[in-house]
Every structure is written in structure tokens, then in C-alpha cells.
């Protein structure tokens, strides 16, 4: 009876010190963890990186799985058509990842790395044509080698690569000449988000047409505002007008 006893309580303390390790694992605030881009807004007509490559290789390249989510609202416009390329790129990690997009479609490039043969493939991921004119929330889902491409609460392509993506250091840029348009609260995790999560984060922070906030405030403080600015009482307390509409307005009530 005393080595059963013995036995049992042993068998108990096993499985509590199981219990902690799984419950530490899967708690540890330090596992799962998001970044802003910097800037989280700015507008797509220039290439701008958004984020480092210290830490691109940490929360997107390191991790076993991470996710990309950012809103973006791409105009159609003659300066796009008037290009002889048929493809645009409009986000990138030199030599590692490239979403470019074209009039009828777009794609996704993973560059990834054979360790039996110790070279490097492009794999690709075709994805529908990606809207204009509208706001979209884009997602790139990633857990080990699968692939989910989100447009708003969708998933529009999904794959799993055959090898698994290359671990460079490079920074991630958005934006180029030949784009027009705006993107607003991008935001990395060094996690894959479930498809409810992506829900919830597009509810969260957009209106029912899927458009993210513009934190637009105004100032009641300065009442000859209206002699001063055409727009009256929604000008800056100084009398000046933002310079564009993603610039937030400030007052003190804020």
C-alpha cells in the first residue's frame, strides 16, 4: 500500500509539473506578442519601409508562424496605366517576399530554401485581382510553410509552399512611385491569428464598409476660424487646414 501510494503521488506531481510547463508555455506574454509598422499610416506613392530588418526577422521571419495585417486603399489611376509593366509592387521583403498586383490579378512570391539541395526557389501564390477604390484590410497568414492570403474577413488564396521560406535580413517596405493611395494601421505578429481572430481585429478597428478610422477631430476654441480658413470651425486652432486627409486632427478635448 505505501509503494502504491508512493507511486501515485509521484504520478500526480508529474502531471502537475506537465500541467505548468504547457499552461507556462501557452501564457508567456513574451511568446505572443504584436508590433505597429512605423509608420502604421502613409500613403503608397512611394516606397517606404515600414518595418526594420531587425525586426522583420524577429516577429515575420524567426518565429514558426506570424501574421501581417494592414488596411490599404488603392486608387485606380492613368498614372498606373501610362506604365508598360503590367504588374505593380505594392509591399516587399527583398528576397524573401513580393506581392505585386496587375490589372486582373495578383500574386504572392515566397522565396524559400531546398536544405537537400542548399539553393533557393521562388514559389507563388496566385491571388484574385486586388480591389481598388476601396478599403481592404490585407492578411498574410503564415504557420511553418502554409500560406493564407486574407482580403477583408475572406481568405482569398491559401497553400502550402514546398519548402520553407528563407531567413534573410531585410526590411519591409510598402508603396512605389507608381502606386497611388493611402495605408493605415499595419501591425505585425509573431503569431498566425485564427480566422475568427482576423474577424475580430477587422470589426474592431474598422466601420460595416471595412474603413479604419480617421481619429478627425476639431477645436471650438478659436471662433474666427471662419474668417481665417474656408473650412470654418474644422480647421487646426492655429487657422491652418491638414494637408491631407491622413493627417489627425488635434485639440485638447482630445
Known amino acids: 500500500m505505501e509503494i502504491t501510494a508512493v507511486y501515485y ?15 507556462a508555455y501557452y501564457r508567456n506574454p513574451a511568446r505572443r506578442d504584436s508590433q505597429p509598422l512605423a509608420p502604421a499610416d502613409g500613403t503608397l ?17 524567426s518565429p514558426a508562424s506570424s501574421t501581417l495585417l494592414i488596411y ?27 506581392l505585386s498586383y496587375g490589372p486582373n490579378s495578383a500574386q504572392l512570391m515566397i522565396q ?26 490585407l492578411g498574410i497568414l ?12 475572406k481568405i482569398v488564396a491559401s497553400k502550402r509552399l514546398e519548402h520553407m521560406p528563407v531567413y534573410a535580413s531585410a526590411s519591409l517596405s ?13 501591425r505585425v505578429f509573431n503569431y498566425r491569428l485564427s480566422l475568427q481572430d482576423v474577424r475580430d481585429e477587422l470589426a474592431d478597428t474598422s466601420d460595416t464598409r471595412q474603413k ?4 478627425i477631430t476639431f477645436t471650438l476654441l478659436n471662433p474666427f476660424s471662419i474668417f481665417t480658413c474656408p473650412g470654418g470651425f474644422f480647421c487646426r486652432s492655429d487657422g491652418r487646414q491638414p494637408k491631407n486627409a491622413l493627417q489627425e486632427w488635434e485639440t485638447p478635448y482630445a
Open 9 to 23: 503521488i509521484g504520478f500526480l506531481i508529474i502531471v502537475a509539473i506537465v500541467l505548468y510547463v504547457v499552461l
Open 45 to 61: 506613392e512611394q516606397q517606404q519601409y515600414v518595418f526594420d530588418s531587425d525586426m522583420t526577422r524577429k516577429y515575420l521571419l
Open 72 to 98: 490599404i486603399f488603392l486608387k485606380a489611376s492613368d498614372k498606373t496605366s501610362r506604365v508598360e509593366q503590367t504588374t505593380n509592387v505594392l509591399l516587399e521583403i527583398p528576397d524573401v517576399l513580393q
Open 112 to 137: 524559400t530554401f531546398n536544405t537537400s539541395t542548399r539553393q533557393t526557389k521562388e514559389e507563388y501564390i496566385e491571388l484574385p485581382a486586388f480591389p481598388q477604390q476601396k478599403w481592404v484590410q
Open 142 to 153: 503564415r504557420e511553418g510553410r502554409r500560406f493564407d492570403v486574407m482580403y477583408n474577413d
Open 174 to 186: 510598402i508603396g512605389g512611385q507608381q502606386l497611388r493611395g493611402v495605408f493605415r494601421q499595419g
Open 212 to 215: 479604419p478610422p480617421m481619429h
